[in-house]
Structure formats: structure tokens, C-alpha cells
């Protein structure tokens, strides 16, 4: 009898017969940018460069969760920090060339809303 060790092992397959191990890009993608918050913050700096005060406000997020967002954002090459020393202190954030990169993607996402999801359900956002 051989150990585990020697056994090949059975790969998980999903409902489609792919492997559950290989990492799906897709998967991967939105495990970095698919919660509710760093949706709404990329998708409010694609109009530019805010401040932390008018990101809160857009987006409905409280200071702490933003805060968080932000941190994670800019730790993943998605969102630059500016400080600007003057009085008063401000802080601006505003998307990296990667965040920019994900207009066509919020643009597409937009586009399959409209054709796919009910009205009502748009408009409860």
C-alpha cells in the first residue's frame, strides 16, 4: 500500500470539470476589488482626484471603513495618497495607472446592468 504521499491526488473538479485548484483570474480579480467599498471608492475616483471628506460623503461609508478601503486600495497599486502640507492639511487620493485601468471594466459592468438587471432593482442602490 503506498503512503499518501506517493497516491496521486484527486483533483477537486466544479460543476464546469475545471480544476478547483487552479487559481481563475477571475476569482483572483475580485477577490482584490469585489467588495461593496472598494467598488464604490475605484468607481468614484474614475472622475478624479477627491479628497478623503467627498469620498466619504459619495461613496456613504463611514470614516473607519473608508479609511480601511483606502489603506488596502493603495497597499494593492490601486489608489495613490497626496498629502498637501498647506494650511489646512489635505488629503487627496486618485487612482494609479492600474485603478484607471479598470474604467472599460466598470464601463462593461454598467452596460450589462442596464440590460439585465430590473429597474427597481438598479434603483435601489
Request: aromatic share 6%; hydrophobic share 35%; glycine share 6%.
Amino acid at each position: 500500500m503506498s503512503s499518501p504521499q506517493t497516491q496521486p491526488r484527486d483533483r477537486e473538479q466544479d460543476q464546469r470539470g475545471h480544476d478547483r485548484d487552479d487559481a481563475c483570474p477571475v476569482i483572483a480579480s475580485l477577490e482584490q476589488i469585489g467588495s461593496q467599498w472598494r467598488l464604490a471608492v475605484l468607481h468614484e475616483l474614475l472622475d478624479g482626484e477627491q479628497r478623503f471628506n467627498e469620498l466619504k460623503r459619495s461613496t456613504d461609508a463611514n470614516a473607519r471603513t473608508l479609511s480601511r478601503v483606502l489603506d488596502d486600495l493603495g497597499e494593492m497599486g490601486f489608489v495613490e495618497r497626496r498629502i498637501e502640507e498647506d494650511a489646512p492639511v489635505a488629503t487627496y487620493y486618485s487612482l494609479t495607472d492600474k485603478g484607471e485601468s479598470l474604467e472599460p471594466v466598470f464601463e462593461e459592468i454598467e452596460c450589462w446592468a442596464g440590460s439585465w438587471l430590473e429597474e427597481g432593482a438598479l434603483e435601489a442602490e
